[in-house]
């Protein structure tokens, strides 16, 4: 999960694996680390990871978090770019979405906050940001939330494990 900080990360975290690992603030910057957790859908299953909110530049603690960041780009399977249908895109976002956009992974764009106004209308001007046609999810009331994951299964590689593996041999 990348995006500048207070857009709803560790919310969305927090719901996707059913726990309350990740802190939410009303202040910015809270999540400084890596937090990783499961996401279980029946046999969907797969690995979240909060980071610390994602700033191209800004003070040591944002440097540090950044680096954090960076190491996730190169270890997920694929990003969800979350952004505040609240706020609106704010400039720094374009320059994270040319960032990820040369990190050659899969970006999923995702507005958050939509709850109480109209997906659309709200998602609509995140189409600037060059990543696709944005998903639209409050991931406070969980609005949003099944059609992402649907699109998440389509996206992410299938891993068959190991148990798997041998029931099949057998
Ligand atoms: P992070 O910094 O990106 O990890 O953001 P947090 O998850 O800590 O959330 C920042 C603030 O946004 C908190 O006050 C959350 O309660 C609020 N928030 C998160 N998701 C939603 C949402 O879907 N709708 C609304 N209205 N607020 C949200
Ligand atoms: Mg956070």
Known sequence: LIGRPNVGKSTLFNRLTHSRKALVDDQPGVTRDRIYG??????????????????????AIQIAVQE?????????????????????????EFDIAERLRQSGQHVFLVVNKVEGQEPDVVSAEFNELGLGSPKAISAKTGFGINELLRSLRAELPTVVDKLDRSDRAR
Do not use: H, W, Y
Request: hydrophobic share 40%; aromatic share 6%; net charge negative.
């Open 68 to 92: 954090q960041v960076e190491r996730v780009l190169d270890e997920a399977d694929a990003l969800v770019f979350l952004t505040d249908g609240r706020a609106g895109t704010v400039p720094e």
């Open 38 to 59: 499961k996401c279980i859908q029946g046999d969907f299953r797969f690995l979240v990871v909060d980071t610390g909110g994602l700033t191209l530049n800004g003070t």
